[in-house]
Every structure is written in C-alpha cells, then in structure tokens.
C-alpha cells in the first residue's frame, strides 16, 4: 500500500476510536514509524509502506485507540518553543501553561540587583522552569517535585535544553525541602500544582484518567489542597514584595483568591485569563510586614 492510503486507512480506524483529531493523529504517528517530519511525509506519499513499517505503525495505532496519549507514544511534546521529552512519568505539558510563564517573565523583566531566585514547585516535566532558565538572561533557579520519577525526566529535559546548569533539582514535598529564612530567600515562586477535585477525575478524557499521572492531577476532596498549604508555607519563604504565582483550575479564581486573600499575608491578588477567556493564574504579591 502507498502511503497516503495508510494514513487514510489509519485516520479512519482512529476516528472510529473515538480519538480527536483522527487525521492529525495518523499524520504524526506515521511520520514517528518512518523516521520522517510531516513535511517529508507529505513529499512521499506516492511511496510503498514496508511490513515491518506497517507493523511498527499498527503498535501505536492500536496503543492510541485503547487512549495511551499522543504524546506518549510521540515522546515529546512542544512547550514554549522548548521541545520536552514527556512519558507517563509526567503530566503531558498545556498550553494554557504558557500563560504562567508569561507572567513569570513580566516579573522577572523588573531590574533586579542581583539574579533572581525563582522556585518552580511540582516541575514535572520541567516545562516552567526550562522556559524561564531559557529567556531569562540570569537566573538561580530550583525546581522540585514530589516524583522522583518525574525528576529525572525534568533534568533530562533541562540538559537537552541547554538549562541543565542554571536549575538545581529537588525532591520533596512542597516547600518542606526548604528552611524558613528570615527575610525570605525567593523573588518568585510559581507552581501549576495538581489542582483536580478528586471526585472530577473519573470525569476527564481516558488519556488524561488512566494515563497521567494521578499525583499530578488530584487536588485533593476540593481541588484546593496545594493552594491551602502554599498559601500558608509560601510567605517564609519570599522575600518582601516577593511574588507567588499559581496557575487554577477552570471556576477556582475566587476561591483561591479569598484563602490567599485570608491567610493576610499578600497583597492583589491579580486573575489573568487565559486565550479561552478562563481564569487561569493568580498572582499576588507578599505585603509588607
Ligand atoms: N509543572 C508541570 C507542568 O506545568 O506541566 C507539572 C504540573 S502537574 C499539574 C503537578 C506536579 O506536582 C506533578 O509533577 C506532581 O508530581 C507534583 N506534585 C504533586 N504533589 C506534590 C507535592 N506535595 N510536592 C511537590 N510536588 C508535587
Ligand atoms: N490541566 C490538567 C487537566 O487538563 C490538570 C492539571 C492540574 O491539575 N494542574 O486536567
């Protein structure tokens, strides 16, 4: 068979597998078996499919219709212009993220007087904080998760990037890894943290439910667990007018504003939407006192 028969062959199997974006999915999946881009792809359709191509292309197919993610069995995944190795030790980087780092960047674009501390918290990926290590002229960065599995993806990621000497590593749980200085020790701490009301799981797509995961998503009986305890652990750990950025579930601005808003030790907070129009990071200063 040539190749543009394949991928149609292929497009309608996963359209009848309830998969998004059958087409697009075919396209990638056979461009991984031949070792080819998309473009190369396009320029061969009129090619023969060898067998052992065409076996190597029915294992994903097959993985991709029992709802393994795109991304996975790609490998990768595109985030800020940095491409990031991902495998089902990590949450699969989204775009909507991209909103934090912006927001990271308009802060760090401030004049500091000496490099800004910056700590990412639950790295996965590494995503974030490999953004930032990347357009930011100087930086001391410290990323940290609770998975050490995800650790070792994210320092992959780092070194692939070119980052791997400007971000130190930890694992640990939250902001326990750290000692509470007087005076505070970070300008920034930003953190997507896994915000999904636990009993909302079993309502997410099958790629995300039984693939990513799960200590990257459960936000405990509420969502807002990691919200309360940063909320509380955070403040000791900036410096004055020190800023704590977090992104939010879809619904939670106000609620996470008003815990932050109650635990009285920062000023804002600032909602900023995403490009769907939905609240998706909260901003706020630590106030002074
Ligand atoms: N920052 C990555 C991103 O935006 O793509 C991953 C975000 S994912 C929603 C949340 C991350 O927090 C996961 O990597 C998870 O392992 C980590 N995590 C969960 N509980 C944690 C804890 N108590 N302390 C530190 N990290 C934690
Ligand atoms: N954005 C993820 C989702 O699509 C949730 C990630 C998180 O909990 N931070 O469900």
New binding site residues.
Partial sequence: MMLFEVLKGSAHDLKDHRVENPRLNAELLLAKCLGFSRETLYANLRREMQAEEKEALDELLRRRMAGEPLQYLLGHQE?WSVDLKVDPR?????PE?EV?VEEALSILSIPYCRVPRVL??????G??VIALAKDVGEIFAVA????HE?LQVAKENAQEAGVGQRIRFVR???LHPFRPLTGGVFDLIL?????VCRSDIEELTREVKDHE?R???DGGEDGLD?YRQMSRQAPSYLREDGWLLV?IGQGQGAKISALLEQSGCFSGPELVRDLSGIERVIKVQKAEG
Avoid: H, Q
């Fill in positions: 985030f990590v949450l699969i980087p989204r993220t934090l990412d918290i639950g790295t996965g990926s995503a974030i940290t998760d609770i998975s995800a640990g749980d939250l953190s997507n943290p896994p915000y995961p200590v990257a998503l990691f992104e």
